[in-house]
């Protein structure tokens, strides 16, 4: 009986870990800005989950973003995730393992891109 009673509250406080872990996520906010500081134009602007392998696809799609500008996105995935921005004489930045969930805007700046 006493077996019993502990295996069923391992699988009680299991299952109270994951509800917490599920809720703690699902409130995670990965709606972000991309500003634009930088002085130039980005063509070009990529960010998914840090453990994908590749870029994917450019998100500003047929789009530019002009100096001083903001375009809002959503991230696919909580957690981290990696920022790429293309500007248009082809230079570009990157920015790694950002916390999506403690970052609104992703900014280009001159020096590079930033997360605040």
Known sequence: MSLRRGFFG???GTAVMG???GSAQ???????TLLNE??????EFYFGSSNQ????????????LANGRTMNFRARSAGRNDFKVVWANG????IMRI???STSQIVATRRGIEAR
């Open 99 to 101: 916390d999506i969930c």
């Open 38 to 43: 930088s002085g130039s134009t980005v063509n």
């Open 19 to 21: 509800a917490a872990i």
């Open 10 to 12: 391992l699988l009680l």
């Open 26 to 32: 699902a409130q995670c906010d990965t709606s972000f």
């Open 91 to 94: 230079q570009t930045a990157e």
């Open 53 to 64: 392998q590749s870029w994917g696809v450019d998100q500003l799609g047929t789009n530019v």
